[in-house]
């Protein structure tokens, strides 16, 4: 069964330091969305992403934050300077077409600022 | 602001038996409810999705409805195995387009033999 993978699961980095997320959405997936969740809360909408530009954005996704979809297969997040309040789960989902579709969501990748 | 708000944060039960979690959400324009089960560290999995017009639907053991008008929903799960133990996490989709979702905080299901 095809799922959404991400790497890495685990990324350590030091504050102010470039982070590049990747995730690999299922193939014929159209619409890409990037979810974080700091640790014992909600998840909470990032960002999604259709047909090489972003669809929708929160009010989290600031100019630190931008995506890409670099070739036809990677999707990635990438946190400029990187803040101690950026730790947390990165989670990347795809959808086929939007609406009632179902998002897979990949494994996550967890990011410590130090 | 688009909230989704869940009971109880957290329940034990017994294996075999049955339990009930609840979710109550003020988003608007309403597009669907969705119920996921999030095990500790993994992504999401979805288990329903609804739309205004669905008050019932059912995946295996579990089975979820919504009221649309009182903004309300439930997941029941029935005979509860080990393997139910996760974050069951109720996430309610906003927009004509649907595709931004609001989750709310989960419930925290422990079942023990």
């Known amino acids: 069964e095809p799922e959404v993978t991400q790497t890495p699961s685990h990324q350590v980095t030091q504050m102010g330091q470039e982070v590049i997320l990747r995730c690999v959405p299922i193939s014929n997936h159209l619409y890409f969305y990037w979810y974080r969740q700091i640790l014992g809360q909600k998840v909470e909408f990032l960002v999604s992403f259709y047909n090489n530009e972003i669809s929708e954005k929160s009010e989290i996704f600031d100019d630190q934050f931008s995506v890409e979809r670099p070739d036809g297969s990677n999707f990635t997040l990438k946190i400029r300077s990187t803040k101690l309040e950026d730790s947390a789960m990165y989670f990347c989902a795809s959808t086929r077409t939007q609406g009632t579709y179902e998002q897979y969501f990949g494994p996550g990748t967890r990011l410590t600022v130090t | 602001k688009n909230q989704v708000e869940q009971s109880p944060q957290s329940l034990i039960i017994l294996e075999g038996k049955n339990c009930t979690l609840q979710?109550?959400?003020?988003?608007?324009?309403?597009?669907?409810l969705r119920w996921y089960k999030q095990d500790t560290g993994r992504g999401p999995v979805s288990l329903t999705i609804?739309?205004?017009?669905?008050n019932t639907k059912s995946n295996g053991r579990y089975t979820a409805t919504l009221d649309a008008d009182t903004k309300q929903s439930s997941l029941h799960i029935t005979a509860s195995q080990l393997s139910d133990s996760a974050s069951y996490i109720c996430?309610?989709?906003?927009?004509?387009?649907?595709?931004?979702?609001?989750f709310g905080g989960g419930t925290r299901v422990l079942v023990k033999p």
């Open positions: 979710c109550n959400y003020t988003v608007s324009p309403f597009s669907n």
């Open positions: 996430v309610v989709s906003a927009g004509a387009a649907g595709n931004k979702l609001t």
């Open positions: 609804m739309t205004f017009s669905e």
